[in-house]
């Protein structure tokens, strides 16, 4: 004796809620993968909160006609975490992988000129590479004994 086994047939069940519970932000996510043009500096912002501040470099293109866009990075670590002292201690010339989130912003300069400025908040970044120390560096740890 044989029998037929055909699969169950359901309806997908109707959802009129969203994947998220939350209500949705305006906001954009960026991944960027560069190098720091500078090294991380502290300051205080408006509100007198200190953010640390850096630049991150990403190139693109054929090598004979390689272009960088230079992107500005907030970060508000807390003081004394171990994240804050993480990014002070990166070096300029780190390659670094980002994840941020991005605002535009516009504004009218001291000219009266529209201005536009991408403003990002860092909310995580990795180390891929650190920059290999120059010859210098490394006659004087030598000298040093470090």
Excluded: C, H
């Amino acid at each position: 004796m044989s029998f037929l086994l055909s699969p169950m047939r359901r309806a997908a069940p109707k959802s009129i809620r969203a994947f998220s519970t939350t209500l949705p932000k305006p906001l954009a996510r960026m991944t960027i993968v560069g190098r720091l043009g500078t090294d991380p500096e502290i300051s205080e912002s408006a509100n007198g909160n200190q953010v640390i501040k850096y630049v991150v470099g990403s190139s693109y293109g054929p090598r004979d006609n390689r272009q960088t866009s230079w992107f500005r990075v907030a970060s508000f670590a807390a003081a004394d975490t171990p994240a804050r002292g993480y990014l002070m201690g990166l070096s300029k010339g780190t390659l670094v992988y980002l994840e941020g989130d991005a605002t535009m912003r516009t504004y009218d300069d001291a000219d009266g000129k529209k201005q536009s400025a991408l403003s990002l908040v860092q909310t995580k970044v990795e180390v891929l590479k650190r920059p290999q120390p120059s010859t210098e560096d490394n006659a004087e740890g030598g000298a040093l004994g470090v």
